[in-house]
């Protein structure tokens, strides 16, 4: 079975602290994804990975960075985080095929921020 | 750009009542469509998925969603729901990338 594991269940964190959300998958996917879930909103992509050190911008990049440096890691930065990104964060990941094969997600964390 | 609507937010069903899930999305190409449940307190996970063929598929529990290409439709479908089909669903679809465009979700509570 695939897993994808994720750091932490629940964080609270300050505002304007710089916030790192870990996500670690054991499939040798190629395809690392960070989203949000927001009630109403459904899941928006933030970051997307397609190999080790690449990176590309999802929908709603701004105010989030991220980091692969090793094939089976990704992970999401905040730099100086505010109380609009408390939410649920999804990492997921996926082979790499010609065209979109099954995502795995992670179990999620939960930030908020006061 | 791609999107993709489901139609029902929120949807209250008694145990043995049948469920009917709409999704639409937009995009002219060839498509792969996704419908995706979490559980409370659990992961996101696979139901079913479309890629080509047989236009009806049949997923896990029992679920089943039917592809109509002239309609840009993929609606979830299951005779008969249990309380344990509480959860929230989310179709979602992809064309020519490894992105997924997803719905945004609908949240089903099915009563005893």
């Known amino acids: 079975d695939v897993k994808v594991t994720q750091s932490s269940r629940y964080l609270v964190k300050r505002t304007g602290e710089k916030v790192f959300l870990e996500c670690v998958q054991d499939m040798d996917h190629e395809n690392m994804f960070w989203y949000r879930q927001d009630p109403g909103l459904g899941l928006r992509l933030i970051y997307f990975s397609y190999d080790v050190k690449m990176k590309e911008k999802g929908d709603i990049p701004e105010g989030y960075s991220v980091s692969r440096e090793k094939k089976e890691r990704f992970s999401l930065i905040l730099e100086s985080a505010s109380t609009n990104q408390t939410s649920m964060y999804l990492c997921a990941s996926s082979p790499r095929l010609a065209g979109a094969d099954t995502q795995y997600f992670g179990p999620g964390t939960r930030l908020t921020v006061l | 750009a791609q999107s993709v609507s489901q139609h029902n937010h929120h949807v209250i069903l008694s145990e043995a009542a049948s469920l009917e899930l709409g999704c639409n999305y937009s995009?002219?190409?060839?498509?792969?469509l996704f419908w995706y449940v979490q559980y409370p307190g659990q992961h996101l996970q696979l139901l079913l998925k479309y890629f080509s063929g047989d236009p009806l598929v049949k997923g896990i529990k029992g679920f089943e969603a039917e592809f109509i290409k002239s309609k840009f439709s993929f609606n979830l479908r299951k005779p008969s729901v249990q309380w344990s089909d509480t959860a929230e669903y989310f179709c979602a679809v992809n064309g020519n990338t490894d992105k997924l465009i997803f719905g945004t979700g609908t949240r089903l509570q099915v009563f005893p």
């Open positions: 995009y002219g190409g060839t498509v792969n």
